[in-house]
């Protein structure tokens, strides 16, 4: 069984930075891709970023595209979430992803296996 466990959540002011960890535990896990998807209240989850394991090719939705990073450290087993010059509007709960299958859409939620607990980032005005 594979355990994602997301941390670095936290309250930040519009402007600031913060980086988001995915630590993946448990049996071998090779994913084709790990993904961030983030959740606000009354809203559905929505994409962030992804990246493919063996390209190490990015994708990140338009909304964060020049802010948001994504990258992977294959020996620590540990994807990151870089985001910078954050808004009101990125206020959500994070979920880090793995999806197993091989050259599924990596921006729809339903291919991905695995899911961590979820992490809360608020930004005020």
């Known amino acids: 069984q594979v355990q994602l466990v997301e941390s670095g959540g936290g309250l930040v002011q519009a402007g600031d930075s913060l980086r988001l960890s995915c630590a993946a535990s448990?049996?071998?896990?090779?994913?084709?891709?790990m993904g961030w998807f983030r959740q606000a209240p009354g809203k559905e989850r929505e994409f962030v970023a992804a990246i493919i394991s063996h390209s190490r090719n990015t994708y990140q939705t338009d909304s964060v595209k020049g802010r948001f990073t994504i990258s992977r450290d294959s020996a620590e087993n540990t994807v990151y979430l870089q985001m910078n010059s954050l808004k009101p509007e990125d206020t959500a709960v994070y979920y880090c992803a793995g999806a197993s299958r091989f050259s599924v859409p990596v921006s729809i939620a339903r291919n991905y296996d695995y899911w961590g607990q979820g992490t809360q980032v608020t930004v005020s005005s």
């Open positions: 448990g049996r071998t896990f090779s994913p084709y891709a």
